[in-house]
């Protein structure tokens, strides 16, 4: 099983980025998939996940309205587009998959099965 990110780097306050999580390994269709961020110094957060069976997303609040999550199931890639980016939004996202049931509460809080390397994204003010 992989998932690897892409798309990290430094933008200022206000621009975008486009992360993608391309996975491997296992049935893609099955899982949910999550973007998690650290910043340091920082809990682990989760930011937002797609079912990919259905496309049903899910949003932390700091992120509604300018994040979105997609996917693209012949690529076996699922997509984070930040816009409008803050300075609380840097640190290390990191992907990752988990086959149980999906809820909100479990793919932004819960295990996950999979964890991607991580993709560092930096925000200047």
């Known amino acids: 099983v992989q998932l690897v990110e892409s798309g990290g780097g430094l933008v200022q306050a206000g621009g975008s980025l486009r992360l993608s999580c391309a996975a491997s390994g296992f049935i893609f269709d099955d899982y949910a998939i999550s973007w998690f961020r650290q910043a340091p110094g920082k809990e682990r957060e989760g930011v937002a996940c797609?079912?990919?069976?259905?496309?049903?997303?899910y949003y932390a609040d700091a992120v509604k309205g300018r994040f979105t999550i997609s996917s693209d199931n012949e690529q076996n890639t699922v997509y984070l587009q930040m816009n409008n980016l803050k300075p609380e939004d840097a640190g290390v996202y990191y992907c990752?998959?988990?086959?149980?049931?999906?809820?909100?509460?479990?793919?932004?809080?819960?295990?996950?099965?999979?964890w991607g390397q991580g993709t560092q994204v930096i925000v200047s003010s």
């Open positions: 990752t998959g988990d086959d149980g049931f999906v809820s909100e509460y479990l793919c932004l809080k819960g295990p996950q099965d999979y």
């Open positions: 797609i079912s990919v069976s259905d496309g049903t997303s």
